[in-house]
């Protein structure tokens, strides 16, 4: 068996790749596919997007085939994690994912569902949540069938070299969190310190969710994440991510995946 390719695993299915830029193609085949199937089954695709190294590799869907072929006016997206910076401040998630994706797709602008960077951490997050929960009663996000979340039809994630995910850090109590949809810290332990979050429940009630990593830096940390290690890393973000109703996968390029179990016993 080649050491690329499909695992399924009991953390979900794991796609591994040679390189970063083949991980970036077959991402946005996998979002063009969930883009098609939810755009007939429910007339709207909702996605939530991430920060960091993930939106570079999104940039393919900028390109032919998916400009032309993805129904972009059925798009509605949000954010599974921002910090509170200005909407032009080069930290901000929005601005990462606007220069590298949304100004170059024909989306619908009132669709963008940024969060509002007037506002403190605590105020942007609970009006954050409020706008989602008036999408929610009119369906244009999906509701969950086991839990009082919303569905989105995709949750997108990347993985910080700590185990981070949208800002659920390590340990953190925020992991904790079961009411509230969108919470905020002040203390993230990477700058920038304030930051909006969707919390493990909304992450975990997703439809689908995708968790793409790449580079060797985060080999050991992804290990954790997925392998049994038997030690507990019950606090490790990246390992709390349990679609209960959903699907999800894992992008990989080798080198992130060169400590898994999954692709050291395609080696033998
Ligand atoms: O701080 C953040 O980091 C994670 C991981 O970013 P990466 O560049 O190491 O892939 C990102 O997913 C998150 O949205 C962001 O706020």
């Known amino acids: 068996m080649s050491r690329s390719g499909c695992h399924q695993t009991e953390r979900g299915e794991l796609r ?11 991402l946005a085949d996998y979002i063009a596919e969930l883009s098609e199937v939810s755009v007939k089954e429910r007339g709207f695709f909702a996605i939530a997007l991430s920060g960091g190294s993930l939106i570079s590799l999104m940039g393919k869907l900028c390109e032919a085939p998916y400009n032309k072929t993805v129904d972009w006016s059925k798009w509605y997206i949000f954010w599974a994690d921002e910090r509170v910076v200005s909407k032009n401040h080069a930290d901000s998630n929005y601005k990462l994912a606007k220069d590298c994706l949304l100004s170059k797709v024909p989306l619908i602008p009132s669709h963008v569902y940024s969060i509002n960077d007037s506002l403190s951490a ?20 999906g509701v969950s069938e ?77 290990h954790l994440a997925i392998d049994d290690v038997g030690r507990d890393c019950s606090k490790l973000p990246a390992r709390m991510v349990n679609p209960g109703n959903g699907n999800l996968v894992w992008f990989l390029d080798k080198l992130a995946a060169s400590k898994l179990e999954a692709f050291k016993c395609t080696e033998k």
């Open 16 to 26: 591994i790749y040679e390189s970063s830029d083949e991980v970036a193609t077959e």
């Open 122 to 141: 605590e105020e942007a997050a609970g009006e954050y949540e409020f706008v989602l929960r008036q999408l929610v009663k009119v369906r244009t996000v």
């Open 146 to 222: 086991i839990s009082d979340c919303p569905k989105f039809d995709l949750i997108l994630l990347g993985m910080g070299s700590d185990g981070h995910v949208a800002s659920l850090f390590p340990n953190h109590m925020v992991l904790e969190e079961k009411d509230e949809w969108v919470t905020f810290i002040t203390d993230s332990p990477e700058p920038p310190p304030e930051r909006l979050t969707f919390t493990l429940p909304v992450i975990n009630s997703a439809s689908n969710v995708a968790i793409v990593v790449t580079g060797s830096s985060k080999a050991e940390t992804l």
